[in-house]
């Protein structure tokens, strides 16, 4: 199989805007507490960051300083998101690969992985026991290889939508896969997915081919670097990025993320939809070089850093981290995590309790049932969202900034988010959760301002709590 990748297939944006010189020297910089306060008081106004002010926040160690920052990531959560927590559920669809990077499993050279792609039928059963809990989201994941071109990948997703089980239905796909050629994304948003998510891994250039060995498709830096613009210039305007945190200075990703992020914007007038920011975790086979790991308390700070950086912007809190650790990080600005997540193969009806390695791409740390996870989100105050209205009604990319309008929360996001969780609560949930999950609902109406949306949404939640009406969101 040639690597060699068509340069003329880049966007039109294409280069490498990544300048190592430039974000060494900005993490160099001293900074002062006033600097410091001057930062967050732009990002509490909802402004994103440069990366010389997100480098002001990630250059300061005084334990005071770090608290400010704590706090008004906690405000701009609040502020932008409200306390809605998105769910989604991750689908592995197939885990052969070309490449082989040294952090992941799915390595062509592990030998040891069991390989497979599910099959139409094993799809079809995967995606009815996701239903059958309770899910409407998914993201789906796939190696890289010729098997898994964008025609495949589309029939995937066509499936996934025309398969029902009850009032279980899926009613968003995102995409985990290899960057594409135009047509490739043309033919993805064509069945309707949600977000493409290409993850740059790491933006330091030496790192990067160290980890991706020369003669693999994605040993090509800029191929990848300018998928998500071709992505935008093919219809895919809902995109996500991502750094595997511990392959190299978490400061120095958190600038890359933060440039990324402001290219896209430049040249699309729309930043990212969402930015993950997963740990290295044990893999298969994988000897993991300890030497750039990130700690609990910096990968607290880079999660808060984020949120002050890029306030519009969806941050994804995955099931890597265990309980505790998510628990503790979602207040920073957490918007969207997974929840009773499974990512082996066919995970979702052969898998017991214990994970098994050969058969998944890295170990997750959070495996309890969605059930679980729902309930504890709301003892902690957060709402449990399944909603997927803005992509359903077109609100995606740069006319997803209505977000940013005054009251939008108040008026499209809580009460979606609310109608969203009572289709749980009646058709999925424990009785231990629904008790709590009542209880939460009440809370959160009694928050909202009296009039005719109020009162809407009051008989919304009665409707689908006595009949079988389902899915009605604004
Ligand atoms: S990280 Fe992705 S591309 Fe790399 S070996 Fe694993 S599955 Fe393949």
Known sequence: MSCAIDRKKLSRSGGDFIDEAHLHELL??????GEVRDVIAKS????????EEAAVLLATEAPDLIEQIFDAARQLKRDVYGNRIVLFAPLYIGNECTNDCQYCAFRRSNREQIRRTLSPEELRRQVVALEDRGHKRLIVVFGEHPRYDAAFMAECVRQIYSIKSGHGVIRRVNVNAAPLDHEGYKILKAVGIGTYQIFQETYHHETYAKVHPKGTLKSDYLWRLDGLARAMEGGCDDVGLGVLFGLYDWRFEVLGLVTHALHLQEHYHCGPHTISFPRLRPAQGVQLDESHLVGDHEFKRLVAILRLSVPYTGLILTAREPPEVRREVMEFGVSQIDAGSRIELGGYTEAGDAQSMEREQFQLGDIRPLDDVVRELMIDGFIPSFCTACYRLGRTGEHFMEFAIPGFIQNFCTPNAL???????????????????????????????DGDRKQQLLDRLHRIAESNERDLYY
């Open 44 to 51: 509490l106004a909802k402004r994103p960051l440069q990366p």
């Open 28 to 33: 160099r910089r001293q900074t002062d507490p």
């Open 419 to 449: 109608t969203t969780l009572m289709e749980y609560l009646v058709d999925y949930a424990s009785p231990e959760t629904r008790t709590a999950g009542e209880a939460a609902i009440r809370r959160e109406v009694e928050k909202l301002t």
